[in-house]
């Protein structure tokens, strides 16, 4: 008998010392949120001694105000319900200073079912919350970089692109003329000496002329501001296709509209990694790229029918290329969203859909 005795005090005071220095706080509160129990370790955390808090103070008012109607809500529908209530919210210490807490309360009741009182654990969150922020934080300053840097390169190529062709393709124009000029006014003597040459000179020139041209629109299409999205998409996959001797298809009704200008770039851009995709990796005979038009949004998609990947395991692998990052940032830029379809062996299909603004 003495021993069973003996057995029983040391069980509660193990279970005592659980409750009191458990590594999260205990309390319960009366339907009048009166705190009718706490244990030591959220007392430590909050400042207070038991006399101070217990039959005393509303657990209300430890609850920081803009806190105050999420946690009356929870504590209602605690009472009213058999849900179990989590929040997180901040609770205030003696001193005046916070911390995050998460709180996860139940609701204790008598035979009949009547409320007595709340049974609630609480986890000091602080640390969890400022690793949020922090990441937070150096998402959206990633975020701010990779725009930039877009904005950086679509800047570069546009100054890039003025030049060669404002300034190398006038020179290149003149140095023709000249050419031509010099060979109109050699005797027929110089002529058969430096004539093949001069011809030569002059396709040189011509081909550069071509190459600059090319290059020029490749950085910055001339055909975007003057013509628009499709009749640009059409001559880039002309070009694409002679290069690489891939088939484009490129297929818009003749009535697609002129859409805003960041819109319009950012699709044609999107369209060119994605060619660029599919001849570094897609091993394709064809790509058919597709614009779809409709009253709220405006759909781009390129479809290869090529060896495909898997998009999960690059998502996991994202820091090999920038590709397709830059693709989906490009379309956050303009409040769009992208979609890729692939799988080994089955072609992949890059969606970008824009909404349209009136
Ligand atoms: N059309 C496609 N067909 C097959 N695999 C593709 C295709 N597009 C993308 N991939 C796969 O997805 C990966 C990521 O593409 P992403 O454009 O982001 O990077 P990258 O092309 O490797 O490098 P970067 O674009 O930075 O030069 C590619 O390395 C390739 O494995
Ligand atoms: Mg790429």
């Not at 030591?40 to 217990?54: K, N, R, S």
């Not at 013509?227 to 009704?253: C, D, N, P, W």
């Not at 949004?297 to 479809?303: D, E, G």
Request: proline fraction near 2%; hydrophobic fraction near 40%; include cysteine.
């Amino acid at each position: 008998m003495s021993t069973n005795v003996a057995v029983s005090e040391r069980v509660a005071l193990d279970l005592h010392d659980l409750y009191e220095n458990a590594p999260c706080g205990y309390h319960s509160v009366g339907s009048d949120r009166t705190i009718l129990r706490m244990n030591q370790t959220e007392l430590a955390w909050l400042g207070f001694t038991q006399q101070e808090l217990v039959g005393r103070r509303k657990f209300t008012e430890l609850v920081s105000t803009r806190f105050h109607n999420e946690y009356k809500r929870a504590i209602e529908s605690l009472i009213v319900s058999r849900e179990v209530s989590e929040i997180e919210i901040e609770l205030v210490r003696k001193d005046g200073s916070m911390f995050d807490a998460f709180l996860r309360i139940a609701a204790v009741r008598d035979s009949e079912e009547t409320f007595l009182h709340t049974r609630a654990t609480v986890l000091d969150i602080t640390a969890r919350k400022r690793a949020d922020a922090e990441a937070r934080r150096h998402a959206e300053q990633l975020q701010a970089i990779s725009r930039r840097v877009v904005e950086i390169q679509e800047t570069e190529r546009r100054n890039l692109a003025a030049e060669l062709h404002d300034r190398l393709g006038q020179d290149l124009a003149a140095i023709n003329l000249n050419l031509h000029l010099i060979k109109d006014q050699l005797s027929s003597s110089s002529r058969s000496k430096v004539g093949p040459r001069l011809d030569d000179s002059i396709a040189l020139v011509d081909r550069s002329v071509e190459v600059v041209r090319d290059v020029a629109g490749t950085l910055r299409p001339l055909a975007l501001d003057d013509y628009g999205l499709a009749v640009t998409l059409q001559s880039y996959g002309e070009q694409f296709a002679a290069r690489t001797g891939i088939r484009v298809i490129v297929t818009a009704k003749p009535s697609f509209p002129r859409l805003q200008q960041d819109t319009e770039m950012a699709l044609f851009r999107i369209s060119q990694e994605a060619l660029t995709n599919v001849l570094k990796h897609a091993k394709a005979t064809a790509v058919h790229l597709t614009l779809v038009v409709d009253a709220d949004s405006v759909a781009l998609t390129i479809a290869d029918d090529g060896c495909g990947f898997d998009p999960q395991s690059r998502l996991r692998h994202a820091s090999q290329g920038l590709g397709l990052l830059i693709m989906q940032e490009r379309l956050c830029a303009v409040a769009g969203s992208l979609r890729i379809e692939s799988q080994p062996s089955a072609g992949t299909r890059v969606l970008a859909r824009v909404r349209r603004v009136s």
